[in-house]
C-alpha cells in the first residue's frame, strides 16, 4: 500500500473518530493519523496518498483547522499524489449545505497535480444541496454521524475496501 498520511479537522470529536475508523479499516498506523492543525508541506510531502476529512459548519464552511491546513496542502507539492476525501456534514438541519467541506477542499485542490479518488454515488442519502457533488456522485465519503450513525460503519467500510485498490 501506498504511504498514507490521515489529516483531519475536527471541532465535535466525530471527525476525528472517522479518521481513526478509516486507517483501522485501511491498516493505517495511528501514528500517521494526524490533526490538521499540525500539518505542514514536509508532513504532507513525506506520503504518496492523502485522507483528508473535515466537517462542515455554519453556510457550509470548512472546520476551522482546515483554512491554514488548505493553505498548507496549496503551497506543498501535491503533484503526483493520491488524494481521498472525507467529510461529516448534517443532511436534515443543513440539507442545503451537506458536506459542502469536502467540496471545498476539492475545488482549492483539484489543480494541485494530484489525482482523486473514492468518489461516492449520492442515491444513497437524502440532502437538498452540496458543493460536493458532481455528475451524481460526491468528490469523497459524506457521512451523517448525527441523523444516520447507524449507517457510519457501513458506509466507511464499503469506501475504504474501494479506496484499497486505489491506494495498492
Known amino acids: 500500500m501506498k504511504k498514507t498520511g490521515i489529516f483531519y479537522g475536527s471541532t465535535t470529536g466525530t471527525t476525528e473518530s472517522v479518521a481513526r475508523l478509516i486507517a483501522e479499516k485501511l491498516g493505517v498506523s495511528p501514528a500517521d493519523v494526524h490533526d490538521v492543525s499540525k500539518l505542514d508541506a514536509a508532513l504532507a510531502e513525506s506520503y504518496e496518498a492523502l485522507i483528508l476529512g473535515t466537517s462542515t459548519w455554519g453556510d457550509g464552511e470548512l472546520q476551522d483547522d482546515w483554512y491554514d491546513g488548505i493553505k498548507v496542502l496549496k503551497n506543498a507539492n501535491l503533484s503526483g499524489k493520491t ?6 456534514g448534517d443532511s436534515e438541519s443543513y ?8 467540496g471545498i477542499l476539492f475545488e482549492d485542490l ?3 497535480g494530484c489525482t482523486f479518488v473514492g468518489a461516492v454515488s449520492d442515491s444513497d442519502y437524502t440532502y437538498a444541496s452540496s458543493v460536493a457533488v458532481a455528475d451524481g456522485k460526491f468528490v469523497g465519503l459524506a ?3 448525527v441523523n444516520e450513525s447507524d449507517r457510519t460503519d457501513a458506509r466507511v467500510s464499503a469506501w475504504t475496501e474501494m479506496l484499497k485498490a486505489d491506494l495498492a
Open 83 to 88: 488524494i481521498a476525501l472525507f467529510g461529516c
Open 95 to 102: 440539507s442545503d449545505t451537506f458536506c459542502d467541506g469536502i
Open 110 to 112: 483539484k489543480d494541485s
Open 143 to 145: 457521512l451523517d454521524d
